[in-house]
């Protein structure tokens, strides 16, 4: 086993166990503890997370559900804290106007709740009015896009946006890092947002590792005719390609059918976000794409736990902190046909 090959084994055991621990910290289940282990008989404060306490009123606010990943956002949100009957959600329509957004957050500091789940339509715009709720004693839940004061937020729930690239770019070099000269496409999403380059900074450093590196690269904007759009200029521009990675599984609606127009399969695609379709896709055995790398959509479905155990005094059950995290940090898993049966049924619909 050569030492790269021992480097990604060890990164993705690594990986999975760091996925397992956030996966059981945000888990409500009860904990299980001896009291004569904590040393001075007393259970652990974190226990008994799912035991009903005070209502919570939380305030929910996001972009609009024109995407699927960000409707899956909001449904799954929604359908977790119907789980709680001590949570009253209180959910503001979805915009993309900042300013209505910002408008929305005012409202729920005017009717005095006691958290707020926000996952902002740009986050630097809306770190004003989170730092006014924290200000005014509500807890603010920061969601995916990131404020630009650590003062807007008790505590941050994030997709891991590097990791996204460094996942597909590992997969890629599996399947491919002994052609050193294949050429490696990436078609990426806006490109002035954060969130892009750190996928595709993730993605060049993982194919550096194994001596690839994207050979062409367009940047869509996120939608279906954006991605075809995209495609269709990169398969124009490169008449062989080896392997694809597209960032984002709505594009990439538009991505497969630039492809299927163009008549191109010469090469694999790799995806981006986790959507159903594309598991379907890679689920058939038939089709270029062979993979998809998750970037969870349930955000705001830990958010809002995360939430209801700030205002109720609790922690994550699983550590031993009594306080919960300033941020957490979801795992960007790649989905292959060896795996895809266990994401499929909580995937989102393009």
């Known amino acids: ?25 945000t888990s409500n289940e009860p904990a299980q503890q001896d009291d004569s282990a904590s040393g001075n008989g007393s259970a652990a404060p974190a226990g008994a997370n799912d035991e009903p306490g005070d209502t919570v009123t939380i305030g929910f606010s996001a972009p609009a559900s024109d995407h699927g990943w960000m409707g899956a956002i909001t449904s799954a949100a929604q359908a977790e804290a119907e789980k709680y009957d001590d949570i009253d959600l209180r959910v503001a329509e979805g915009t993309n106007d900042v300013n209505l957004q910002i408008s929305q957050i005012e409202q729920f500091i005017n009717d005095g709740v006691d958290a707020i789940v926000l996952l902002p339509f740009d986050g630097a715009a809306l770190t004003e009015v989170a730092t006014q709720a924290m200000e005014a004693g509500i807890t603010v839940v920061n969601v995916d896009r990131e404020f630009s004061s650590p003062f807007a937020a008790r505590t941050t729930v994030l997709g891991d946006n590097y990791g996204m690239g460094v996942s597909a770019g590992t997969y890629i070099c599996d399947e491919l890092g002994d052609t050193p000269d294949a050429v490696v496409a990436e078609i990426a999403g806006i490109d002035n947002l954060p969130l892009t380059q750190d996928r595709s900074q993730g993605f060049a450093d993982a194919l550096g590792d194994c001596g690839l590196k994207v050979s062409n690269r367009v940047a869509a904007d996120f939608t279906v005719q954006g991605g075809e759009a995209a495609a269709a200029n990169l398969l124009q521009a490169a008449p062989k390609i080896d392997a ?33 379709n594309v598991m379907r896709e890679i689920q058939s ?21 995360l939430a209801r155990l700030l205002v109720q005094g609790k922690a994550m059950s699983d ?7 300033r941020t957490v940090q979801l795992h960007a898993p790649v989905v292959t046909a060896d795996n895809v049966e266990q994401y499929i049924d909580t995937a989102f619909e393009s």
């Not at 480097?7 to 956030?22: I, Q």
């Open 1 to 25: 086993m050569s030492v790269t090959t021992r480097r990604r084994l060890l990164t993705t055991l690594a990986l999975a166990a760091s996925a397992a621990l956030v996966a059981g910290c």
């Open 244 to 276: 694809i990675w597209n960032h984002d599984d709505d594009q990439g609606v538009g991505v497969l059918a630039a492809i299927d127009n163009a008549g191109r399969d010469e090469f694999f695609l790799v995806g981006g976000a986790g959507s159903a």
């Open 319 to 325: 550590l031993v902190e009594v306080e919960v995290p």
């Open 285 to 305: 055995g038939d089709s270029v794409v062979k993979a998809t790398v998750i970037y969870p959509a349930t955000q705001a479905a830990d958010g809002i736990r």
